[in-house]
C-alpha cells in the first residue's frame, strides 16, 4: 500500500504500457476530467518519474506526490 | 447440443480469429458441436494501413476493401448486421434490425472509431483534415494535389492513436513526396507531438530526432491540439502555432455497446494475457476495441488472435486453457518513399529501431498486396 | 563515472564475441559462401523497383488466396480422389457412346451411384456456397 493521505478521484493504470506509454495514458484521462480532480498514474516505468513532472509543470497542472511502491510509483496529480 | 461461438466485427481481428477459429475447431464443427458466426456491420473488409497513401495517390479506396466473404471461411456463417446491445447475463446480443442472436461463447472485435468531432476545427468541412477514413483520406487528396506553398502541420491529437507509425511515417513520406513533385523549396513542415519528445515510444523518438532534422521538419513537442481555427491552432498549454494546410492525427473511441454492456468504461477492459473480458465470462476482446497496453495496431490483433483461439478451443473441448499473450507488436515505419525500417516490442520491452533500407521499404509495399493472406489466416 | 565504465566493458565484450563469430564462420568456410551469396543479394537490389515488388506480392496474395480453400484436408483428398478417378476412368481409349436407355441401365452399377450421390452433395454445397457469396457481394456492393 503507499504511505500517502491523497484521496484520487480517478486512477490511470499503465502498468506495463509500452505504447503510447504512461504520460499519454495521463494526458488522455486529464482532458477529459474537470478542474480540480486528482488523478492517480500507476506506472512501472522509471523514465514517467522525470516525463510526468515536466509536462505537468509545461501544462500548469499541479504535482501532489510520488511514492514508489517498489514494483511501481503511484504519481498524483491535480488538473487546475 | 450446438455451442455457439459468436464473433462482432468483421475487421483485422474478427476476421484472422473467426478464420483460425474454424481450422482449430474443424472436427467439432464437423460433428456438429460448434457453429461460428461472424456478425458485422460492414460487409466489406477494410485494410485501413492504405488508407496513408490515398492523400498522395498512390492508392485507390477500391484498394482498401474486400468482401468479407471472400475472406471468411465457408464453413462461417456471416450475419451482415450492427449489435446494438450486448446482454453478458442472457448471453445474446441485439442488432439494429431487432432480431436476437444468443451465443455460448462472444468474441468482441469492433475496432477503434476516429473521433475527429472531438477537436473542434478538425474533420470535414473544416479547417484540420485527417487521414483515417475513406471521404477523410480523398479530401486531403485533393487539398495536397493543389498545395504547393505554405506551413504544412501534422499534430499529433489523440492519445493512444491507432497505428503508432502513421504519424511518423507520414511526414516523412510527404516530404520526400514534395521534394519528387519540385515544390518542397516552398513548404515548411511542422510535426507536433503531446509529450516531451516526438514519439511515445522512446527508442522511436530518438530515431526520429536525426531524421527530422536532415530532412527540415520542424518539431514542436508538449503540444496539446485543443483547437483548429482558420489558420491558427490552440494549445492546451496555451502555444499557438499558424499553419497553411493542418492535417491531425485524431482521437479515438471505443464502441458505446462496449460501455453499455458494461465491459470497460473507456476501452473493453481485459486480462492483458488471456484477454478474457474483467466484466464478464465466456467473453474475450480482440483488436483496438481492448485496453491491451500495446498499440492499436493490426500486428497486435494478429498475434493476440493466436492465444485468443487456443484458449476458446481448450475452453470447448473442457480442458483447461494455458497459451497466453505477452503483448507481441510489430509495425513497419516507412523513412520516406524509398526506404523503411520496423519496430517490433512487447510488454515491458522496448524496441530497437533499425537504421533503415530499401528492402525493409519493399517488404512494407509487399505486405500491403498480401495482408489479404493474413486476413484469411493464412499467414 | 562507474556506468560509462560498464558501457565501455560491455561493449568490448560485445566486439570480442561478434570477433569470434567471424572467426568462426570464416574457418568452416561459411564466410566465403555468404560473400557470393551476397553479391546475389545485391543484383537483386539493383534490379528490383517498387512495381516489381507490388506486381509480384499481388500475385502471392492471389495464388495464397486460392491455396488457403484449396489445402483444407477434405478438399486435398477429394481433389487425390477425382485425379483417381481420371487417371482409371482411361479417357482415350475410345469411352463406348451411353445415350438416354444406356444412361438408365447404367444406373443401376452401384459404382456409378456411389459417383452421382457424391456429385449430389457436391451440388448442394455448390449452391449453398453460390447464395452464400452472392449474398456476400451484394452486401459488399451497397
Ligand atoms: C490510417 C491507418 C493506418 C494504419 N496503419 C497501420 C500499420 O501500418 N500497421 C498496423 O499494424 N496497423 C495499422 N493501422 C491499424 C490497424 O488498421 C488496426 O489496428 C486494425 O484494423 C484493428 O483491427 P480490429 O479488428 O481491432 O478493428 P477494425 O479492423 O477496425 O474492425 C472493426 C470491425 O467491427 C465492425 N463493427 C464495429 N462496431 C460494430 C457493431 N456494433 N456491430 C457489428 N460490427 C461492428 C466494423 O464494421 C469492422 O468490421 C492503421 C490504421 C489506420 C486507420
Redesign the pocket.
Known sequence: MSETDIQADETVDAIGSACPGPLMDLIGKIKDVDDGTVVELLTGDEGSKNDVPEWVEEADHELLDIIDDGEYYSIYVKKT | MTERIVI????????ITANRLSEELESEIEAGKIEITV????PN????????YIPLGEAELEDTRRP?VDLVDHRVTLVY????EIDTDGKSLAM?DGSELDYDYLVV??????QPEETPGLGEDEPGHH???PDA?ENLRETLANFDEGHLVLSVIGTPH??P??PV?FPMIVEEWFRERGVREDIEITYTYPIQRLHGVRPTAEWMVPRFEERDIETKTFFNVENVEDGTIETLEGKELDFDLMIGIPEFTA?P?IEEAGLGEEWMEVDRNTLESEHAEDVWG?????NLPT???????HYASGTLVSRIASEVRDQVPTATFHGK????IEAGTEEGTFIEFAYDREPVVRDENRFLHWS?LGYNEAYWLTARGVM | MSDELDELEAESESIQEAADAMVELQQDGTLEDLTEAATAVSLLADALDDEMVVEVAGLANELGLVAGSATQPNTIRTLATMMDAMDEADTFENPEKVGMMGTVGKLRDEDVQRGLGFLMEFLGALGRQIERRSEGYEQAEN
Open positions: 462482432v466485427g468483421g475487421g483485422s481481428g474478427g476476421t456478425v458485422s456491420a460492414n473488409h477494410l485494410y485501413k494501413p492504405l488508407y496513408l468479407l448486421k450492427r449489435v446494438t439494429d472485435g469492433t475496432g477503434a472509431i476516429p487521414f483515417y477514413g483520406s491507432v497505428c507509425a502513421a511515417e464502441s455497446i480482440i483488436g483496438d476495441v481492448t498499440s492499436k495496431a493490426g500486428s497486435v490483433a507488436t510489430i509495425c513497419f512494407k
